[in-house]
C-alpha cells in the first residue's frame, strides 16, 4: 500500500501525519529522520489495526499545490 503523508516543519524539528490513518504520527529532527519515523509508524498502525480486527482503510489521500498570488 502507499498511503500519502504530509510533512511540517516546526521549530523544534519536522512532523509527520497520515491523513488516511488517524492517529499515525511521528516526530523527528530532520525531514529524513520523520520519514524513516512515519514508515515504522505505519506499519505499526497497520499491525495494531489488523490484531484489533479493524479493516483497514484504502489509501485515498492525495494532494496538490496550489499557486495564488501575493496577498
Given at each position: 500500500?502507499?498511503?500519502?503523508v504530509?510533512?511540517?516543519q516546526?521549530?523544534?524539528?519536522?512532523?509527520?501525519y497520515v491523513?488516511?490513518?488517524?492517529?499515525?504520527v511521528?516526530?523527528?529532527?530532520?525531514r529524513?529522520?520523520?520519514?524513516s519515523?512515519?514508515?515504522?509508524?505505519?506499519e505499526?498502525?497497520?499491525?495494531?489495526?489488523?490484531?484489533?480486527?479493524?479493516?483497514?482503510?484504502?489509501?485515498?489521500?492525495?494532494?496538490?499545490?496550489v499557486?495564488?498570488?501575493?496577498?
Open positions: 500500500m502507499r498511503y500519502m504530509v510533512v511540517e516546526g521549530a523544534e524539528g519536522f512532523g509527520a491523513p488516511d490513518l488517524p492517529g499515525c511521528a516526530a523527528g529532527e530532520s529524513d529522520e520523520v520519514l519515523l512515519i514508515r515504522e509508524a505505519i505499526l498502525h497497520i499491525e495494531a489495526m489488523r490484531e484489533d480486527g479493524e479493516p483497514l482503510p484504502a489509501p485515498s489521500s492525495s494532494g496538490e499545490y499557486d495564488v498570488g501575493a496577498a
